[in-house]
């Protein structure tokens, strides 16, 4: 197909040279870059015609590359220049790179560099690759090929009645081979051009399969932490690039997330790159050239490539379905360091992804780890995890010792090193892979592994029970995380009450966390209520009052304002306790942040802010206190600062700060 392709075009080309060679009217430059593009065409046909057979076969899929287990993309340099006696002549360097990598490196406009040369990608070469329409739901991860004159309903996954819209039908392009022209002295490479600069894409990988593709499923036999992981025999994942990062593209949702996707520009005939704005450019038998028509060119098409392979999808050891980059990163660092330990050898074509479904409340989509084979079908080493329920867990048992006897415990201020989980981390997201982390994630996941039960789908796997909504698990998670970030503090489980709770402490303050509690007249409360969280003071002697925490998901508190006052108001009147309450937002933002200031929407005029801003200070006894800093922290973190600080937050001090924030 590409010999006709090159053969159709170099006659195409002969054709116009001869019909110019008759004129005599001729521009002799047109002619010249005309020769040029049919001597490029006739070698690149030579090359093809003189291709080892193995090497062929490989290049089409028909026996296996180990190389690059998935079809790669070709990159072909022409590099222009004059002979000594004034010819135009030709230098056709190829290059290989694998799909995944090729993704971005040979992106229209991109930079290749190799042999001393920048070689600019201007060209796709259209007849291996047709333009594709396909349709995204904007919710979950499917997509599909958009039929002609189709009506698209709902989303056959999540049933998103967005997936029917006309904004999430796009065009798609799987590259196979791309061109990048330029002349000898634009391509080499000199001290003042070796300036490389990294262009940053918007892409996603989007995962689809079918439920018949689960062949196996297990959870944890414990509800505290829900834990489990199935084999999915054939997933097909995308990886879908939607064009250079830009503020100005088009906004489209793909997956929940709504983010501007620009796509690229290309012409439908000949596959000549353009530029925003620019004078379109073409190929010289092109049959838009000089023409300028805006039909001519693909506007925002989006570039993508397809692997099927088996996967495990882990749901992640969490009390909240809510995973912060921490938690991702240092539970795959672990991973990849488990499998390295079980199989004794190169596991470099496992790979992970998150996956993530509709399903938690608020619109919080529970997240999960998907552990892929990057060799085309798999190689049997993600079903063997998961046979008996036991296999996968030994992984995570030997990546739970590793960590635990690296020598880089025994100092507290390392978390972690490249003896044992920062080798098998990122470079680009180091920071956010953390060995205590990743411990406490595996010590969950493993603390019911001689008990794992089959079931369906983890999907079917319920959230905490211990909580009424993903919120008040999320509340618990975030708490958790920023306790034991506070030099001296620390948040374990205990029962209370006989029910399972958690005990808090910095220092010398204690706290019981008790979850789900009722307060009615017995507690001095004349309008019953039950609390979402109950802070008791762990000792009396401080003359602590207990906190109140009612954590308003839309869930349950849709519609109520009411009755969410009345009680509210009544456990405040009652003298005996301290009354918060607690949004989605803040606990999102607060766990997203680790409460990082934020703009305050109180904030007021210069004159009567610096008045305020005084007599707050005044609270501390300078401006770093807590009172003053409070202006610039959410509810979530003046809570924590209220409970583990509470010489600092008194409560005469709280009434004074009140009232100078009304002021």
């Given at each position: 197909?590409?010999?006709?392709?090159?053969?159709?075009?170099?006659?195409?080309?002969?054709?116009?040279?001869?019909?110019?060679?008759?004129?005599?009217?001729?521009?002799?430059?047109?002619?010249?870059?005309?020769?040029?593009?049919?001597?490029?065409?006739?070698?690149?046909?030579?090359?093809?015609?003189?291709?080892?057979?193995?090497?062929?076969?490989?290049?089409?899929?028909?026996?296996?590359?180990?190389?690059?287990?998935?079809?790669?993309?070709?990159?072909?340099?022409?590099?222009?220049?004059?002979?000594?006696?004034?010819?135009?002549?030709?230098?056709?360097?190829?290059?290989?790179?694998?799909?995944?990598?090729?993704l971005k490196e040979l992106a229209p406009e991109s930079a290749f560099y190799a042999g001393g040369r920048k070689a600019r990608i201007n060209q796709v070469d259209m007849s291996l690759s047709e333009v594709e329409e396909w349709r995204f739901c904007d919710i979950c991860s499917y997509m599909a090929p958009a039929g002609a004159g189709e009506k698209a309903g709902k989303c056959p996954r999540c049933g998103s009645s967005g997936f029917g819209d006309l904004g999430q039908r796009r065009k798609l392009l799987r590259m196979r081979q791309v061109f990048a022209y330029g002349s000898d002295r634009e391509t080499l490479i000199t001290d003042d051009s070796d300036d490389r600069q990294t262009i940053f894409y918007v892409d996603q990988t989007l995962v689809n399969f079918e439920p018949s593709d689960i062949k196996s499923a297990w959870r944890s036999e414990g509800t505290d932490t829900p834990f489990g992981f199935e084999y999915?025999?054939?997933?097909?994942?995308?990886e879908v690039n939607f064009g250079k990062a830009d503020d100005y593209g088009e906004q489209v949702t793909i997956d929940g997330k709504n983010l501007p996707r620009k796509g690229f520009l290309i012409c439908r005939h000949c596959g000549m790159v353009q530029k925003e704005g620019g004078e379109q450019k073409h190929t010289s038998i092109c049959p838009a050239k000089n023409k300028g028509a805006e039909a001519n060119i693909i506007d925002c098409v989006y570039l993508y490539r397809e692997l099927q392979s088996e996967a495990l999808r882990i749901l992640l050891p969490l009390s909240s379905s809510a995973a912060t980059e921490q938690d991702v990163r240092s539970f795959t660092a672990a991973l990849q360091l488990g499998f390295k330990k079980y199989f004794r050898g190169d596991t470099g074509h496992l790979r992970c992804t998150l996956y993530q479904e509709p399903g938690g409340f608020s619109g919080q989509k529970r997240t999960f780890l998907l552990v892929y084979d990057t060799v085309p079908g798999g190689t049997g080493y993600l079903k063997q995890l998961a046979l008996t329920g036991g296999e996968l867990m030994d992984v995570l048992r030997k990546a739970l010792e590793a960590l635990a006897s690296c020598s880089c415990t025994l100092d507290p201020e390392r978390d972690g090193c490249y003896r044992c989980i920062y080798a098998y981390g990122s470079s680009f997201y180091m920071k956010d892979v953390s060995r205590k982390r990743a411990a406490e994630m595996l010590e969950a996941a493993l603390k019911h592994r001689d008990t794992m039960l089959p079931l369906d789908t983890v999907s079917s796997i319920e959230e905490n029970a211990s909580f009424d909504s993903e919120l008040e698990a999320l509340f618990v998670e975030s708490l958790r995380r920023k306790v034991r970030a506070i030099p001296g503090g620390e948040m374990a489980k205990q029962v209370i009450n006989g029910h399972t709770g958690y005990f808090v402490r910095r220092r010398e303050t204690a706290w019981y966390l008790e979850p789900q509690v009722s307060l009615a007249g017995e507690d001095g409360v004349a309008v019953p209520s039950k609390a979402d969280f109950v802070f008791w003071p762990a000792r009396t002697k401080e003359g602590l009052k207990p906190v109140v925490v009612f954590t308003d998901g839309y869930a349950f508190h849709n519609n109520r304002l009411g009755l969410d006052s009345a009680q509210r108001t009544a456990l405040l009147r009652s003298g005996r306790f301290w009354v918060w309450s607690i949004t989605w937002k803040?606990?999102?933002?607060?766990?997203?942040?680790?409460?990082?200031?934020?703009?305050?929407?109180?904030?007021?005029?210069?004159?009567?802010?610096?008045?305020?801003?005084t007599r707050i200070a005044e609270l501390d006894g300078g401006p770093d206190g807590f009172f003053a800093k409070a202006g610039e922290r959410n509810d979530m973190d003046l809570l924590v600062g209220h409970l583990l600080f509470p010489r600092e937050a008194t409560a005469d001090r709280w009434r004074l700060y009140a009232r100078y924030r009304a002021m």
């Open positions: 197909k590409q010999r006709a392709s090159l053969q159709h075009r170099a006659k195409a080309l002969r054709k116009a040279l001869g019909k110019m060679k008759d004129d005599p009217a001729a521009d002799s430059e047109e002619m010249d870059t005309l020769a040029r593009e049919k001597r490029a065409l006739e070698r690149l046909f030579r090359e093809l015609g003189e291709l080892p057979l193995l090497n062929l076969l490989t290049d089409e899929g028909l026996i296996p590359n180990y190389a690059f287990p998935e079809s790669g993309v070709t990159l072909r340099s022409v590099i222009y220049r004059r002979a000594a006696d004034g010819r135009p002549e030709s230098d056709i360097y190829k290059y290989e790179r694998a799909a995944a990598s090729a999915i025999s054939r997933a097909v994942l995308r803040d606990v999102e933002d607060f766990s997203a942040h680790a409460g990082a200031p934020f703009n305050d929407p109180l904030r007021p005029a210069s004159g009567t802010e610096r008045m305020m801003a």
